[in-house]
């Protein structure tokens, strides 16, 4: 199968409708995803698959962006609880003990006293989509006291008394209270939970996108290092070539055919090429270690890339404006900015309004003191109206007031033409990276022409130069030109790559060219961290 056809295939897949945007990169058919990472006598083989694989696999920064989605999704969990129950149940206990003393000359005389109370109160509120809010509370208290107490008789002796008490009183209590103005609406009282939803969609295109520019970084090091590895072996070619002349141009130089001068030009064409070798050294060594610590690997490997078959590939413009209208986080990030601006402006005006709340409920209260031969029970109903008019003529209050309304109608306006203005800036960026990939893809067979041209040009030069019909100065001329084409043409193959890259990554499709399962939150991290906070969830000392 060639590169063409596995894009075509990707892109199908990725895409699961007929937009074809034919665009992105293939790897040869013996490096296939889910492969085992083949590490040989310290030598790691890779392919643009492997690289995507080990990235998603190693880096530390994947784990770093799940581990952010816990505390996303929690946050959408507990905004979606709004309308849940809310239940608690306080208890509290306290007992004291004490002695009481009184001596009068030798007469003395000792009285213990005691007291304890227990209760426990249990609540349940719920809040209703309507704004709306119905509570219930169920209080129970329980109290003993054991009190003496000591007096003087005025005859040098001291008299005890002793008392009990002990008292129990249950009360419940319910009540419904139901805005009518402020507060008051199914609209208002769902919005928070919209905009909750719409915070966790722009985190999961966030996500998405990190993990995309996670793929993308760690192809660009691998093409960087495949065009640092072509660049050494040019490099190497130069310098033997150059070796070569310079042998030549000494055995002239003995059958007294060329100057000194020409041999001296010969000998600095090869210190040259020695000196751009171990630049190339570098630039590899550089761009291996680069490459080791994206994929967090052993930055003692050596690396082997395996070959890339390039074919052309044709990007057509319409499709791919449709996908990125649906996929690009910049885009998509203003269109739901002008739904937030929609609700916020919503609410404010809904706050901006009097408080206007109806009120009912029922109570109903027993008691019960010493003997429990008898009790008091107390019941009431209560229903009323509650207002609340706040009127700002002059001063902060009122200023106040007026700015949140600006700024909500301010926001809305900004929001729509900000999302216009994405949308043309979306169609630059998409027509500027199909026309990138169509040209970058010309001057491929431009640079391979003028690479071909150049070899036989030193080809013709290195004929003349030995019927002595040229000077050595233009046969290291061209060889330079040689070398300057050869490095031309791997860049221009590293440049296409690079920008059917940057095409996958503006239409939000990286992760399904490259079939990478995308998954918007970490299941078995989640249940992991949730084990770890239990037990501290429901322990209280």
Same mark, same amino acid.
């Given at each position: 199968?060639?590169?063409?056809?596995?894009?075509?295939?990707?892109?199908?897949?990725?895409?699961?409708?007929?937009?074809?945007?034919?665009?992105?990169?293939?790897?040869?058919?013996?490096?296939?995803?889910?492969?085992?990472?083949?590490?040989?006598? =310290?030598?790691?083989?890779?392919?643009?698959?492997?690289?995507?694989?080990?990235?998603?696999?190693?880096?530390?920064?994947?784990?770093?962006?799940?581990?952010?989605?816990?505390?996303?999704?929690?946050?959408?969990?507990?905004?979606?609880?709004?309308?849940?129950?809310?239940?608690?149940?306080?208890?509290?206990?306290?007992?004291?003990?004490?002695?009481?003393?009184?001596?009068?000359?030798?007469?003395?005389?000792?009285?213990?006293?005691?007291?304890?109370?227990?209760?426990?109160?249990?609540?349940?509120?719920?809040?209703?989509?309507?704004?709306?809010?119905?509570?219930?509370?169920?209080? %129970?208290?329980?109290?003993?006291?054991?009190?003496?107490?000591?007096?003087?008789?005025?005859? /040098?002796?001291?008299?005890?008394?002793?008392?009990?008490?002990?008292?129990?009183?249950?009360?419940?209590?319910?009540?419904?209270?139901?805005?009518?103005?402020?507060?008051?609406?199914?609209?208002?009282?769902?919005?928070?939970?919209?905009?909750?939803?719409?915070?966790?969609?722009?985190?999961?295109?966030?996500?998405?996108?990190?993990? /995309?520019?996670?793929?993308? %970084?760690?192809?660009?090091?691998?093409?960087?290092?495949?065009?640092?590895?072509?660049?050494?072996?040019?490099?190497?070619?130069?310098?033997?070539?150059?070796?070569?002349?310079?042998?030549?141009?000494?055995?002239?130089?003995?059958?007294?055919?060329?100057?000194?001068?020409?041999?001296?030009?010969?000998?600095?064409?090869?210190?040259?090429?020695?000196?751009?070798?171990?630049?190339?050294?570098?630039?590899?060594?550089?761009?291996?270690?680069?490459?080791?610590?994206?994929?967090?690997?052993?930055?003692?490997?050596?690396?082997?890339?395996?070959?890339?078959?390039?074919?052309?590939?044709?990007?057509?413009?319409?499709?791919?404006?449709?996908?990125?209208?649906?996929? %690009?986080?910049?885009?998509?990030?203003?269109?739901?900015?002008?739904?937030?601006?929609?609700?916020?402006?919503?609410?404010?005006?809904?706050?901006?309004?009097?408080?206007?709340?109806?009120?009912? =409920?029922?109570?109903?209260?027993?008691?019960?003191?010493?003997?429990?031969?008898?009790?008091?029970?107390?019941?009431?109903? /209560?229903?009323?109206?509650?207002?609340?008019?706040?009127?700002?003529?002059?001063?902060?209050?009122?200023?106040?007031?007026?700015?949140?309304?600006?700024?909500?109608?301010?926001?809305?306006?900004?929001?729509?033409?900000?999302?216009?203005?994405?949308?043309?800036?979306?169609?630059?960026?998409?027509?500027?990276?199909?026309?990138?990939?169509?040209?970058?893809?010309?001057?491929?067979?431009?640079?391979?022409?003028?690479?071909?041209?150049?070899?036989?040009?030193?080809?013709?030069?290195?004929?003349?130069?030995?019927?002595?019909?040229?000077?050595?100065?233009?046969?290291? /001329?061209?060889?330079?030109?040689?070398?300057?084409?050869?490095?031309?043409?791997?860049?221009?193959?590293?440049?296409?790559?690079?920008?059917?890259?940057?095409?996958?990554?503006?239409?939000?499709?990286?992760?399904?060219?490259?079939?990478?399962?995308?998954?918007?939150?970490?299941?078995?991290?989640?249940?992991?961290?949730? %084990?770890?906070?239990?037990?501290?969830?429901?322990?209280?000392?």
């Amino acid at each position: 199968m060639n590169l063409t056809d596995k894009l075509l295939r990707k892109i199908q897949t990725a895409l699961m409708l007929s937009l074809l945007c034919v665009f992105s990169i293939s790897v040869s058919a013996h490096a296939q995803n889910g492969t085992k990472t083949q590490v040989n006598n =310290g030598i790691l083989t890779l392919s643009m698959d492997e690289v995507v694989r080990l990235t998603i696999r190693n880096n530390s920064n994947v784990a770093t962006n799940y581990l952010q989605r816990v505390t996303e999704k929690f946050d959408l969990e507990k905004a979606e609880a709004k309308f849940e129950p809310v239940i608690n149940i306080d208890g509290s206990f306290n007992a004291e003990a004490f002695q009481r003393n009184m001596r009068i000359s030798d007469n003395g005389t000792q009285t213990p006293a005691s007291k304890w109370n227990a209760g426990a109160k249990a609540s349940i509120t719920q809040k209703i989509p309507t704004g709306g809010e119905l509570s219930f509370v169920w209080d %129970n208290n329980y109290s003993e006291n054991s009190a003496g107490t000591l007096e003087y008789d005025g005859d /040098s002796s001291v008299s005890r008394t002793q008392t009990y008490t002990r008292e129990s009183s249950s009360k419940w209590r319910i009540e419904l209270t139901q805005p009518l103005l402020k507060g008051a609406g199914m609209d208002y009282n769902m919005a928070s939970i919209r905009l909750a939803r719409i915070t966790d969609k722009l985190n999961i295109l966030t996500l998405r996108d990190n993990l /995309s520019t996670l793929i993308s %970084n760690g192809l660009n090091y691998y093409f960087t290092f495949k065009q640092a590895k072509e660049n050494l072996e040019i490099q190497k070619q130069a310098l033997e070539r150059s070796e070569r002349l310079l042998e030549v141009n000494k055995f002239k130089q003995k059958m007294g055919r060329m100057s000194a001068s020409d041999v001296v030009q010969a000998e600095a064409d090869v210190a040259s090429g020695r000196l751009s070798l171990e630049e190339a050294l570098n630039s590899l060594d550089k761009a291996r270690r680069d490459l080791l610590n994206h994929l967090e690997m052993d930055p003692g490997l050596e690396i082997d890339p395996i070959e890339d078959d390039i074919q052309d590939v044709e990007p057509d413009y319409e499709r791919c404006m449709q996908v990125a209208l649906k996929n %690009n986080q910049a885009y998509m990030g203003k269109v739901f900015a002008v739904t937030q601006s929609d609700i916020n402006a919503m609410m404010t005006e809904n706050e901006r309004e009097w408080q206007l709340d109806l009120k009912g =409920g029922y109570e109903e209260t027993q008691t019960l003191k010493n003997t429990y031969s008898a009790s008091t029970s107390e019941d009431e109903l /209560s229903a009323g109206i509650e207002l609340k008019a706040p009127i700002n003529l002059w001063g902060d209050d009122q200023l106040e007031r007026k700015k949140k309304l600006l700024t909500a109608k301010v926001n809305k306006r900004k929001a729509r033409l900000e999302l216009k203005r994405a949308e043309t800036d979306l169609q630059t960026k998409v027509a500027n990276a199909v026309r990138d990939v169509k040209m970058r893809w010309k001057m491929i067979g431009l640079a391979k022409k003028n690479t071909e041209l150049k070899a036989l040009q030193l080809e013709n030069e290195n004929t003349k130069l030995m019927v002595g019909r040229t000077t050595n100065f233009e046969v290291v /001329s061209y060889q330079n030109q040689l070398v300057q084409a050869q490095l031309a043409e791997t860049s221009k193959h590293i440049s296409y790559i690079q920008a059917l890259l940057t095409l996958d990554q503006i239409l939000g499709t990286t992760m399904e060219t490259w079939h990478v399962k995308f998954k918007h939150d970490d299941k078995q991290l989640e249940e992991d961290l949730n %084990n770890e906070i239990r037990p501290l969830m429901w322990t209280w000392w």
